[in-house]
């Protein structure tokens, strides 16, 4: 891959610094994202039933450690995907693999939309439920813990909604820390992508 624009010169050495540091950080986002979900679900930042926080925990962090471990491991196709030749590129496909993290964080974004939404529809009919039963409901604390697995409304999908966070949460960091990583192993510099993007022989 040529370029037409002007050669870099010597970086100063505080930029160089900057740049392994932000790419250790992107690196170790992926492995802290895979791990988000013990202690958020541990610590209740994100409401859920008690009866599901155990195992959404266990599942939401191996589902996330299982994606880190299959991105990497097509880290091959996905280089090709990413830094394809210019005969060979497909304009749409180029746009779709750059803009996939992207879509992962607003897909993030639509599934914490979403869960709360379940959340709160279950608990309304998680307390009709209870007041059905003659059983007393002091407050909302009070239906996540106290409700049994089977009577939880709505169980299902809000285990997968969780679950979907920090899955997309994961794949949007693992994506674009994996293409710094495969940036510099083919050893491509900034500016002979810009002038590849540009379509510059």
């Keep these: 891959m040529n370029s037409a ?7 100063p050495r505080r930029v160089l610094e900057f740049v392994r540091f932000f790419k250790q950080y992107m690196n170790a986002s992926s492995l802290v994202a895979a791990a988000l979900p013990v202690p958020v ?7 859920t039933y008690s009866a599901h ?3 959404l925990a266990v599942y939401s962090s191996l589902s996330c450690f299982l994606l880190l471990g299959f991105v990497f491991y097509s880290r091959h196709t996905l280089a090709c ?5 210019p005969a060979r590129r497909r304009p749409r496909f180029g746009n779709f693999i750059r803009l996939f993290p992207l879509g992962m964080i607003v897909a993030c974004c639509c599934l914490i939309a979403g869960y709360h ?13 209870w007041v ?3 059983v ?6 009070d239906v996540l813990q106290k409700t049994d697995y089977m009577d939880i409304p709505y169980a299902l999908g809000l285990a997968a909604c969780y679950i979907g966070i920090f899955l997309a949460a994961e794949c949007a ?19 002979e992508l810009i002038a590849d993007m540009l379509g510059r022989p």
Excluded: C, H, N
């Design 132 to 134: 059905r039963r003659g």
């Design 81 to 85: 995907w990413m830094f394809q030749s």
């Design 41 to 47: 679900t541990a610590l209740q930042f994100i409401p």
């Design 173 to 191: 960091f693992v994506l674009m820390a994996l293409r710094e990583y495969l940036q510099d192993l083919l050893g491509l510099t900034e500016s």
């Design 117 to 129: 939404y379940l959340l709160q529809g279950s608990l309304i009919a998680a307390a009709a439920d």
């Design 136 to 141: 007393t409901v002091g407050s909302t604390s």
């Design 53 to 55: 926080t155990k195992f």
């Design 5 to 11: 624009l002007p050669e870099e010169g010597p970086a």
